[in-house]
């Protein structure tokens, strides 16, 4: 390689300084939610059931479970649903520990009133600290952040998609065309941004939608029945 004939218009040092407007103040904000409290202090944005299973050869079985308790129980709970996957048998290791770590997590969710969990042997499922960890799949994120014990998901999307996760799932469009094309899924539309509204009418207005949601109002995805788990998965399946 020669350098002789290589030039930039660098320095040896260069300072950079970023001195953002000082926000002007503003009074706190003293909107509340209607939830449920649980007896440890949580409170839920839901009164669900959530039929959780431990391996995958179970998950008809927990579906199965699910929509009969939800006939018989449908006046006293805002919901009765399987939150199925299909791990759980042969995995080793790490792999195991992060399935019963989900699972965990989930059956002691603020907005699970109750969480059986199917199994076909005998497990023992403990109250496992869970430490989420970074993950590029949104469906493992949304998981993630859900058994971390987030009651309302905020899902932005530039191309629109009908998933769901187990806690109410706000869908975002980036775009107005989207918001448009796909009202079924979209929840907001913050597109709007890019044709002159306001930053801060918007946010007020996507504040004022997430307690909403949190007080009971079905988002798009609850309405369209998509609920679905993922989890992080590291190593090999036996």
Not at 76 to 98: E, I, K, M, W, Y
Not at 111 to 125: D, M, S, V, Y
Not at 167 to 185: D, E, Y
Request: charged share 20%; proline share 5%.
């Amino acid at each position: 390689m020669h350098t002789h004939n290589l030039a930039t218009a660098l320095t040896a040092v260069t300072q950079c300084r970023y001195t953002p407007a000082a926000a002007a103040p503003t009074a706190p904000d003293t909107r509340t939610f209607l939830g449920y409290r649980r007896s440890d202090g949580r409170v839920g944005t839901r009164n669900e059931l959530w039929v959780l299973c431990s391996v995958g050869c179970v998950a008809h079985t927990a579906r199965r479970i699910a929509e009969t308790g939800f006939e018989r129980l449908r006046d006293r709970v805002d919901g009765v649903h399987a939150l199925t996957h299909p791990f759980g048998c042969s995995q080793l290791g790490d792999d195991l520990a992060h399935t019963r770590q989900i699972l965990a997590a989930l059956a002691a969710h603020p907005n699970a009133g109750g969480a059986p969990i199917l199994t076909e042997i005998p497990e023992l499922f403990g109250a496992e600290h869970l430490l989420m960890a970074r993950a590029a799949d949104e469906a493992v994120s949304g998981t993630a952040l859900a058994a971390a014990g987030a009651t309302v998901l905020l899902f932005t999307t530039g191309r629109g998609t009908p998933f769901g996760f187990p806690t109410p799932t706000l869908k975002i469009s980036t775009t107005s065309a989207l918001a448009q094309a796909k009202p079924r899924w979209i929840d907001f539309d913050a597109g709007r941004l890019l044709k002159g509204a306001r930053m801060d009418e918007l946010a007020h207005e996507l504040l004022a939608l997430v307690i909403e949601t949190a007080s009971g109002r079905a988002s798009c995805a609850e309405r369209n029945g998509e609920r679905e788990i993922a989890i992080w998965k590291t190593g090999v399946t036996l």
